[in-house]
T-cell receptor, first 109, second 112 residues
Framework: KNEVEQSPQNLTAQEGEFITINCSYS?????LHWLQQHPGGGIVSLFM???GKKKHGRLIATINIQEKHSSLHITASHPRDSAVYIC???????????FGTGTSLTVIP | DTAVSQTPKYLVTQMGNDKSIKCEQN?????MYWYKQDSKKFLKIMFS???????INETVPNRFSPKSPDKAHLNLHINSLELGDSAVYFC???????????FGQGTRLTVV
């Protein structure tokens, strides 16, 4: 079992829809990251969270440390949001990083 | 100006060869990483350097050797390449452990 589980694995949405991607983890963490990998392969770091909530434009990331769960929300989704979204955590014991397998999002015009 | 740049972008080589991938960041970050993304798109950290010192070394064959000549560079040297080394390798950097990471564009290594 992977230390980081994401759901759904694949998601197709209509333009304008509100999207939620979930991430659950089983280890103690010092930080959680949301990454975006574009169809061309480039990776962008969207958020780094250790508690609470962060917002950047139409993207919102939340984390619940007690429940070991984070969500990434996209409001008013757009075709350019189509990408793979990856959740990653840094453990609080040692320096291990664990990655989810990614959620492939396709937003249809 | 590219913040984190990797070269080359594509690398095709024969089994048994030795090759290097270079990474440079101009952000003044003190921590740099190498990640491997396999054919199933699964990302895995390989190494992390902080101020030229190795701080993370995951279970990676010792054919892989990172080299950090200075804080702005973290190169990855691979000896005796094997078919299973074929993957996309990403370099990244950040300033301290609790800040956003910036990724290079990736190097697609194909071993034939």
């Amino acid at each position: 079992k992977n230390e980081v589980e994401q759901s759904p694995q694949n998601l197709t949405a209509q333009e304008g829809e509100f999207i939620t991607i979930n991430c659950s983890y089983s280890v103690g963490i010092s930080a959680l990251h949301w990454l975006q990998q574009h169809p061309g392969g480039g990776i962008v770091s969207l958020f780094m969270l250790s508690s609470g909530k962060k917002k950047h434009g139409r993207l919102i990331a939340t984390i619940n440390i007690q429940e070991k769960h984070s969500s990434l929300h996209i409001t008013a989704s757009h075709p350019r949001d189509s990408a793979v979204y990856i959740c990653a955590v840094r453990s609080n014991t040692g320096n291990q990083f664990y990655f989810g397998t990614g959620t492939s999002l396709t937003v249809i015009p | 100006d590219t913040a984190v740049s990797q070269t080359p972008k594509y690398l095709v080589t024969q089994m048994g060869n030795d090759k290097s991938i270079k990474c440079e960041q101009n952000l003044g970050h003190d921590t740099m990483y190498w990640y491997k993304q396999d054919s199933k798109k699964f990302l895995k950290i390989m190494f992390s350097y902080n101020n030229k010192e190795l701080i993370i070394n995951e279970t990676v064959p010792n054919r892989f050797s990172p080299k950090s000549p200075d804080k702005a560079h973290l190169n990855l040297h691979i000896n005796s390449l094997e078919l299973g080394d074929s993957a996309v390798y990403f370099c990244a950097s950040r300033f301290g452990p609790y800040t956003e990471a910036f990724f290079g564009q990736g190097t697609r290594l194909t071993v034939v």
